[in-house]
Nanobody, 115 residues
Framework: QVRVVESGGGLVQPGGSLRLSCVAS????????MGWYRQAFGKRRELVAT???????NYADSVKDRFTICRHNGKNTVYLQMNSLKPEDTAAYYC?????????WGQGALVTVSG
């Protein structure tokens, strides 16, 4: 059984910062890919950032130069540092881990940018 658990969401004012963390545990070994998607109310889920085991990183254009993804391979942990947050960043943020042909998802962490 595999568990993916996010933490670090919350309420922040525009221009502020938050850091999301995600841990994949259980019967999963060194995920090939980990990352973050988000889904705003009434909208489709969209890719935010992804990082591969070789260090390759991709960002959505909307978050480039504001968000940073990094990963601790030995602990199956991925982080998303979010700076200069905007109201349009408000969404549920979902972590995923992809390993051995299977994707695993967390329950989501709510990020609200308002003030």
């Amino acid at each position: 059984q595999v568990r993916v658990v996010e933490s670090g969401g919350g309420l922040v004012q525009p221009g502020g910062s938050l850091r999301l963390s995600c841990v994949a545990s259980g019967s999963i070994f060194s995920p090939h890919q980990m990352g973050w998607y988000r889904q705003a109310f009434g909208k489709r889920r969209e890719l935010v950032a992804t990082i591969f085991s070789d260090g390759t990183i991709n960002y959505a254009d909307s978050v480039k130069d504001r968000f940073t993804i990094c990963r601790h391979n030995g602990k199956n942990t991925v982080y998303l540092q979010m700076n200069s947050l905007k109201p349009e960043d408000t969404a549920a943020y979902y972590c995923y881990a992809f390993s051995s042909g299977t994707g695993y998802w967390g329950q989501g962490a709510l990020v609200t940018v308002s003030g």
